[in-house]
Every structure is written in C-alpha cells, then in structure tokens.
C-alpha cells in the first residue's frame, strides 16, 4: 500500500533530509586519499547527532553502521572499514537520518583525488540520470515514467542499470511501497499523486549490469569488477509542477 503523506508530514521529512545533505556535504568535504571508510562513517554519525537527528542506517537490519560507503566496484551497501582510500578512487556516500520519526535518504559518488575523464563522465551521467527521472516525478504520470527516463539516459551513454535494488518510497519507515525501479518501459505502474514521497536512486555500471553481494551479506559488488556509481535524492511529489527535491545538496555545511 502506498502512504500518502500530508503537506505536514513532508516538513517533517524535508527536515530529515535537510539533515542527510547536509551531513553528506561534511562527509563529501572529508574524502580525500589515505582517509578510511571508518573515519568516514564516523564523521557521518557526529554530523547526524550534532543535527539532533538519528541515523537511520545504524542497527537497521543490523546493518552495523551509519554510512555505506561503496569503493570501486562496490555498488552499495559498502560496511566502512580500515579500508584507506586511495588517489583515483570513487566512493559512493549513502545516508539516512531520522527526525521526528520520518525518514531522509540520499546518495552521492565522489571521486578521490585526481581521477580519470572516463571516471567523472560515469559520475556525471549517473547524476543526470537521477536528475531526469525526478523531472518525471509530477502528478499523473506513472511511476515507470521515472524508471524509462533514467534507463534511457544511462544505455544511451553505453553504460548498464542495476536491476537487483531499486528506489522506493519513503516515510515513517525507510524502505515503503512503491519500488521505484531504474529500468522499464514508460507507462506503467501506479499513477503518481500529490503526497507521495520517493527515494529515487540511479545505480550504474561500466560493464554489464549483474551483481552480487560479499559474504558480509551486505556489500553489493559488480560481477565483472567493473566500476560502480550510486546517486539518490528523496522527493516529494507536488500538486503542480516538478517534484520538491527535500535532499537537496548544501554547501558549507560543516
């Protein structure tokens, strides 16, 4: 089932996800070679407690941390480690923080160091995919709308979409109905309506589009080795007009 929310129930999850950018923005600031996912992840829960929110990753499915971060090959769900970055990496950042009992979700990749143009255009690609799904967020059309959009963009660049996770809906609890795949014909699926709340996340390959998870049963890597990036905002669906990006990027939110 599908739970609208009211406009008061999406301040309070634009509050949330105000948290979630803006600790992202901190975690993003610290990314550099030599820094370890752990120092990452830590730097990721004091950004969330210092908001006043609670991350909403840690002890989740007993997840055992607040920050995926997903290295390379890694496609989500990376468990942070004494893993050090290293010069010519991409991570990708995936937070959560609760407010007032309702959900913020969002996602970014970076690249560490100096990178490669190859690399930055898979990052950039992966960004306008979540970009041009989300302008097809908008009242009466179909969830697969946001689906047809992101697929498109991303073979139309030779790259694959993840087809084993998906987007879904958002709210007092992380993970709601609809799934929002990343794949599809347009069309399809549920008509979208004012009220809805979606975590819409692109996740694409430079090889082929296959997966599988690590014996830490969380880690989802690309089955060919080949590089991974991840972008994701939550959003609300409007009356009129383009959706409401509530994990809208901040800058100096240190």
Known sequence: MIILKTPAEIDVMAQASKVVAEALEVVRSAVRPGVTTDD??????????DRGAIPAFKGYRSYPKTLCASVNEQVVHGIPSKRKLKDGDIIGLDLGAIVGGFYGDSAVTVAVGETSESVARLIQVTQEALDLGIQKAIVGNRLTDISHAVQRHVEAAGYSVVTEFV???????????????????????PRLQ??????IEPMVNVGGSAVRVLEDRWTAVTADGSLSAHFEHTIAIQPTGPALVLSQRVRNAA
Not at 40 to 49: C, G, W, Y
Not at 194 to 199: F, I, K, Q, T
């Open 167 to 189: 987007g879904h809906g958002i709210g007092r609890q992380l993970h709601e109905e609809p799934q929002v795949p990343n794949y599809g014909k347009a069309g399809q699926g």
């Open 194 to 199: 004012y009220g809805m709340v979606l975590a």
């Open 40 to 49: 990452l992840d830590r730097i990721a829960e004091q950004a969330i407690r």
